[in-house]
């Protein structure tokens, strides 16, 4: 039996799915993912200048811009079939009275544009701006922005609504991640390196729960040793075979 075979009869028996997801899954998208040694946002960038509360008081010009040329990328990029199986197994877990939900690291808003439903945002969106003075939030900003910083109504500007560096993490996500790691049966990490807290402890948490735990990544992570099933390919080739044959098992 192959390994999706393995990974697909154990996750169909099961009630309570919980998926996390980085940004491997959007990688077939053509979004750059973060540690790739070569092409990642993180081998280019420094984070600490682009990606905390102090380079955006520092430099808002700067952090602005950067943000929104990352909005403007990903609104020319479609969700691939990784994206569209996770939205199928929504559906069908849901037409048979289970529970799925979720999780995602990613900020691109490609699982909504996939049909998913109720996606918890674990470090928020790039899609969706916030005034510093209100805390407003706004996802019709027009695209490029005028200005950077832009302007809010309020007086002051607006900022991505990403969970920067030194950050925590929206209070409604982190507690529905929590609620849904708490009773769920099985849980499927794709797509991360599973390198970041407290995303990556959820799905460790999981498994201290006991929950089937499956991974679908290119190479290795912290976690590989640790889940019952650890597959190793694309998210946009192997998610598609995978949710094929769990509904096949019906
Ligand atoms: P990373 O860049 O750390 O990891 C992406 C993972 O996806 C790597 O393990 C790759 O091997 C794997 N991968 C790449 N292409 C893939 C594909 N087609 N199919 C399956 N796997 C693939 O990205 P994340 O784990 O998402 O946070 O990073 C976590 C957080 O760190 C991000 O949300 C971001 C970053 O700093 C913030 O900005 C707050």
Redesign the pocket.
Known sequence: MSLIEQAAERLGKCRSIVIL?????S??SGVP????ALT???ARHD?MQL?TPEAFARHPRLVSRWYDERRQNVSRCAPNP?HHALADWQRVVGSRGGAFTLLT???DGLHQRAGSDDVVE???SLLTWRCTKTGRERSDLPMPLPEYPMPSEEGGVYRPG????GEMLPRRAQSRALSAIGVCDAVVS???????DP??SFVTMAIDFGAVSVE????P?PISERVDVSIR??????LPELVKLIVQQG
């Open positions: 997801t980085g940004a491997g899954v990688a077939e993912t973060f540690r790739d990642g946002v993180w984070p990606a990784g690291q990613n900020v674990l470090h928020g990403i969970v920067w560096f794709i797509g991360t390196s599973a390198v970041v995303a990556a679908v990544n290119l190479e992570t390919g694309r998210s946009g080739e192997v």
